[in-house]
């Protein structure tokens, strides 16, 4: 679409892959499915928010995930002067989640994300564009996705309140296929005029917030 896309998961896998003390850190948090603390959150997430990716366009993934994270992202958008255009939620049930979230495989070496159901490799195991070894991240394991979710949900009440009283949050049911939610998103994006200044190829239906322009 032409927006930069940021994730706090892959941004936190990189540095837990490179061993950096960041990554130690997170990593103490994530792989028994707590929620790393949002001062750190906020810190490594607005770090990477520069001046030129605000400019273009962002869409965040992923955070904010606590009334915590929202008010430090919205104080540093704050000073920035780029005020938030819109929280995209996208609702799903949560045995849907579990079912998604369990059965994906990424690849230990480019990265590329599989399922073993709705998208699976050519090569059981192998992934197709390096043919490197497909693996199970550790917090993709089923008691730790639904300790996750009991702690999401919990958190996530406080902050859908904080967003619709701001007036910015979205719900999208995000319930069936990827194609249908990634068409559901797109059309919330045309109402609103997200995309009057991207380009025609659509790629990312994990849309969690934009940040204006």
């Known amino acids: 679409m032409g927006i930069a896309h940021l994730s706090t998961g892959e941004l936190f896998r990189q540095e837990m892959k490179r061993r950096s003390a960041l990554g ?5 948090y994530v792989t028994h499915g707590r929620l790393v603390p949002d001062a750190l959150v906020v810190k490594v997430m607005t770090h990477r928010l520069t001046p030129g990716l605000l400019a273009r366009g962002i869409v965040l993934d992923g955070f904010p995930r606590t009334v915590g994270q929202a008010k430090g992202l919205d104080a540093f958008l ?5 005020p938030l255009d819109g929280a995209v939620y996208l609702d ?10 369990s059965g994906r495989q990424v690849c ?3 990265g590329a994300i599989y399922h073993v159901r709705r ?3 050519k090569r059981s195991g192998v992934c197709d564009h390096c043919g490197g070894t497909l ?15 009991a702690i999401d949900h919990a958190e996530s009440k406080q902050l859908l309140a904080y967003y619709r009283g701001q007036r910015v949050l979205f719900p999208i049911n995000g319930n069936g296929t ?21 380009g025609p190829e659509l790629h990312d239906a994990t849309l969690a917030a934009r940040v204006r322009r």
């Open 178 to 198: 990827g194609a249908q939610a990634f068409a559901r998103a797109m059309k919330l994006f045309r109402r609103e005029d997200w995309l009057a200044a991207t």
């Open 92 to 101: 799903c049930s949560a045995s849907v989640l579990v079912a998604r979230l």
């Open 119 to 121: 998208m699976p490799p």
């Open 135 to 149: 693996v199970v991240r550790p917090d993709d394991q089923v008691a730790t996705i639904k300790k996750r979710l």
């Open 78 to 82: 704050k000073k920035a002067k780029r």
């Open 24 to 28: 130690r850190s997170v990593e103490r």
């Open 108 to 110: 230990g070496r480019c």
